[in-house]
Every structure is written in structure tokens, then in C-alpha cells.
């Protein structure tokens, strides 16, 4: 998987994570059945790893692959920053 490919599947779950998960938020008349709801994370996830696995298939022009230190350091930096700004925003849950 590549930098492209990478990128494109964390917007796409960025954005569709926390409509997902707002769906089955307790406590709140949903305008869906729990039905529907769970037909729409399926429909989701099915659609998230199309787009995962398509943008696999980039040719690596378009979709390079970096070295596993670039992406180690990819990957700290995230963890890094996520942690960071639930820090300066006093963000409660999560992972970090």
C-alpha cells in the first residue's frame, strides 16, 4: 500500500467513522431502525474497503510506496499529534 492509497482510506474513514458511529449514539430518537442503521455501517464498511483495496492497485506513480522508516515515522507523528490535540482540547476517550 502506498502513501496515496493511505491517505485516500483515511479521509474516506475519517469522515464515515463518526457518522457511524453518531448512529448508534444511546440515548437519542434515531429517525432509523437499529436495522437500518446496521444495514448502513455494513454498506459502509463493504464501500471503505473497496475504496482500501482500489487504491492498492494505483500504479506506484501515483500511489508510491515509502520505506518502512518513513512510515514508522508516519505513524509516530500521528500518534504524536493525535495525542497531542486531546491534550490541548481535553478530549476524553479514545485510544491515546
Same mark, same amino acid.
Given at each position: 500500500?502506498?502513501?496515496?492509497?493511505?491517505?485516500?482510506?483515511?479521509?474516506?474513514?475519517?469522515?464515515?467513522?463518526? #457518522?457511524? =458511529?453518531?448512529?448508534?449514539?444511546?440515548?437519542?430518537?434515531?429517525?432509523?431502525?437499529? @436495522?437500518?442503521?446496521?444495514?448502513?455501517?455494513?454498506?459502509?464498511?463493504?464501500? @471503505?474497503?473497496?475504496?482500501? =483495496?482500489?487504491?492498492?492497485?494505483?500504479?506506484?506513480?501515483?500511489?508510491?510506496?515509502?520505506?518502512?522508516?518513513?512510515?514508522?515515522?508516519?505513524? #509516530?507523528?500521528?500518534?504524536?499529534?493525535? @495525542? @497531542?490535540?486531546?491534550?490541548?482540547?481535553?478530549? =476524553?476517550?479514545?485510544?491515546?
Amino acid at each position: 500500500m502506498g502513501i496515496t492509497g493511505i491517505i485516500i482510506s483515511a479521509a474516506i474513514a475519517g469522515v464515515g467513522i463518526p #457518522l457511524v =458511529t453518531m448512529m448508534f449514539t444511546p440515548g437519542v430518537k434515531h429517525k432509523y431502525s437499529i @436495522w437500518i442503521r446496521i444495514a448502513i455501517m455494513i454498506v459502509f464498511v463493504v464501500v @471503505w474497503m473497496g475504496v482500501f =483495496t482500489g487504491a492498492a492497485m494505483l500504479p506506484a506513480v501515483i500511489n508510491p510506496a515509502l520505506n518502512r522508516y518513513a512510515y514508522l515515522v508516519l505513524g #509516530l507523528l500521528s500518534a504524536g499529534g493525535s @495525542w @497531542w490535540y486531546k491534550r490541548r482540547f481535553n478530549i =476524553t476517550g479514545g485510544l491515546f
